[in-house]
Nanobody, 122 residues
Framework: QVQLVESGGGLVQAGGSLRLSCAFS????????MGWFRQAPGKEREFVGS????????YYATSVKGRFTVSRDNAKNTVYLQMNSLKPEDTAVYYCAAGPLSGGYASLYDNWGQGTQVTISS
């Protein structure tokens, strides 16, 4: 069974940077598109960014475009979310997900990590 473990969350001041990692196991990593989602208290889970199986294309929510970067290292079975110019509104639990397509709908993803808390102070 596919397992995903996020790491790298924490408390950062506004304007700072943070890199999240998601370690994949239990399957063939290169067969999966990877996505990042986030959920703030009282809000629905929202799409952040995604990357295709090969890493050839990335997609982002407009709210993070230009600030966040999704990348993957298929040799390490790891996907990353580099977050720069962080804002208080980025505060949320961030989830890594694996699925057949790199779309923005959570229902497309079959496997999810436990989430990691990201808190941005002002």
């Amino acid at each position: 069974q596919v397992q995903l473990v996020e790491s790298g969350g924490g408390l950062v001041q506004a304007g700072g940077s943070l890199r999240l990692s998601c370690a994949f196991s239990g399957g063939t990593f290169s067969n999966y598109a990877m996505g990042w989602f986030r959920q703030a208290p009282g809000k629905e889970r929202e799409f952040v960014g995604s990357i295709t199986r090969s890493g050839g294309r990335t997609y982002y929510a407009t709210s993070v475009k230009g600030r966040f970067t999704v990348s993957r290292d298929n040799a390490k079975n790891t996907v990353y979310l580099q977050m720069n110019s962080l804002k208080p509104e980025d505060t949320a639990v961030y989830y890594c997900a694996a699925g057949p397509l790199s779309g923005g709908y959570a229902s497309l993803y079959d496997n999810w990590g436990q989430g990691t808390q990201v808190t941005i102070s002002s």
